[in-house]
């Protein structure tokens, strides 16, 4: 398998505190200083639910396992039903916290008081990683293409691989008259919406469509549901071609995506670049922590299909039992011991120790309401 180590909405948030790197330390702070529940630091027993990103599912699985190691008595459920279902899911009160590949917009955050109180809900980035285009075809293990390309295969209008527009990017590869299969997420996604974000920025002559969570209906293609489900669907059928969390491709051939006069291969590092340019957006309370992507981007070395997926928590929860419970697990995820486990299990690049300041303060508002 191979390793790799959002959207719209936002608000201040040092771009520099966004560089993905390994970081030191192994207490798991808080931010001021003192031991988290997450460490260790209080016993806590009880039940809580959340939904959202498949792509997060790996590292979900990762750490829930390792919350259950410092935290014995606490179980955390997650059903990776994707971004979409899982914000409707918090929001209608089924889940205590989301995962989503999508920062919630202004109506989302205005709706989420009905759950959360006055304060609403904010946002903690907990997973990063690049958005691999990924297809199988056989003896071809990398294509470059340009964004232009790109859209053109996705939207149906490039129908077979040795199609001049691929072939002239790609000199020496040999390239079948294979008929092109496009898989889009089933599913309401906000892998959907980062890649569609990715075209519509990069390719508006050939993406004419808008920046969507659900797949344009006027676009007939191939559907599957899920990360796993549109991976398993490509590896099945030769000529396919996807777009996924590049943590799940596995063997499936991927593309070096054109930016400025380079072809650039998905890697941490050069999804690190991008999100380290990211733009913060104005108008959101101070302690959320979403951004804007460049996507257009002409800098070297930048991946510029990349999704910061975030975890969507509540400012204040009905009961103390819910609100230390959710600040703990939400602690053991942006701590070093969670992004280490997640790393190991899903690929994704651990956050920087600005970013997990930053985080840790943000958690530490969590309260109760009333």
Known sequence: MKKLSFAKSAVVLSVAAL???????????????????????????????GG????????????????????AGATVQYNPVGSGSGREGFLAGQYVFAG???????????????????NGAFHIPGYISPVAVA???????TLNLDAET?????????????????????????LPDTPITVVHRADSSGTTENFTDYLAAAAPENWTYDVVEDWPEEIVAENAQGTQGVVGQVTATDGAITYSDASAVGDLGTVAVKVGDEYVPYSAEAASKAVENANPVEGAAENDMAVELDRDTDEAGTYPIVLVSYHIY?????????????????????????????????????????????????????????
Do not use: H
């Open 314 to 370: 509540c400012n204040d929860y009905a009961d103390q039992e819910t609100a230390d419970l959710v600040k703990a697990f939400a602690e053991y995820v942006v701590s070093e011991d969670g992004q280490s486990t997640a790393e190991g299990s899903a690929g994704n690049a651990p956050i920087s120790e600005s970013l997990r300041e930053r985080a840790l303060e943000s958690i530490s508002g969590i309260g109760v309401q009333g």
């Open 52 to 71: 959202g990103a498949s792509s997060q599912e790996a590292a979900m699985t990762a750490w829930v396992d390792g919350f259950r190691g410092v935290q």
């Open 150 to 174: 790109i859209a053109a295969i996705f939207t149906g209008e490039i129908t077979t691989w040795d199609d001049e527009a691929i072939a002239s990017q790609n000199d020496g590869v040999e």
């Open 100 to 118: 989503s590949d999508a920062a919630m917009d202004a109506e989302e955050l205005e709706s989420s008081q009905d759950q959360c109180g006055p």
């Open 135 to 141: 297809f199988n075809l056989e003896g071809v293990d």
């Open 19 to 49: 560089a993905l790197s390994a970081c030191g330390g192994s207490n798991n702070p808080t931010a001021d200083g003192g031991e988290s529940a997450a460490a260790g630091g209080g016993e806590l027993s009880g039940t809580i639910s």
